[in-house]
Nanobody, 117 residues
Framework: QVQLVESGGGSVQSGGSLRLSCAVS??????????MGWYRQAPGKQRELVAV???????TYADSVKGRFTISRDYRANSLYLQMNSLKPEDTAVYYC?????????WGQGTQVTVSS
């Protein structure tokens, strides 16, 4: 099983920025990994994709975050990142790091992001 530990959440005002980090317990360069990225879940809503890397190294972003959020990764640190700029109150949610390895889903514990107007 892959261990994922998120950090970097917090409370900011609308228009502010945050950077989320996710430490991954295995090499993210491994060809056993299919997809990895970030999801979020707001109160009373389903978990939704924010930004992910696919096996062909392409990235997919939710329409609602395009142009504001950027996903990145550091192979040496085995870490994923999510830079979030121009935050809006509707970005308030628990953000989860995600890795699909050998068709098995792995999730972090989540980190809370709260954006006030």
């Amino acid at each position: 099983q892959v261990q994922l530990v998120e950090s970097g959440g917090g409370s900011v005002q609308s228009g502010g920025s945050l950077r989320l980090s996710c430490a991954v317990s295995i090499s993210i360069f491994s060809n056993s990994i299919n997809t990895m990225g970030w999801y979020r879940q707001a109160p009373g809503k389903q978990r939704e994709l924010v930004a992910v890397y696919s096996t062909d190294f392409s990235t997919t972003y939710a329409d609602s975050v395009k142009g504001r959020f950027t996903i990145s990764r550091d192979y040496r640190a085995n870490s994923l990142y999510l830079q979030m700029n121009s935050l809006k109150p509707e970005d308030t949610a628990v953000y989860y790091c995600y890795v699909n390895r050998q068709k098995e889903d792995n999730w972090g514990q989540g980190t809370q992001v709260t954006v006030s107007s």
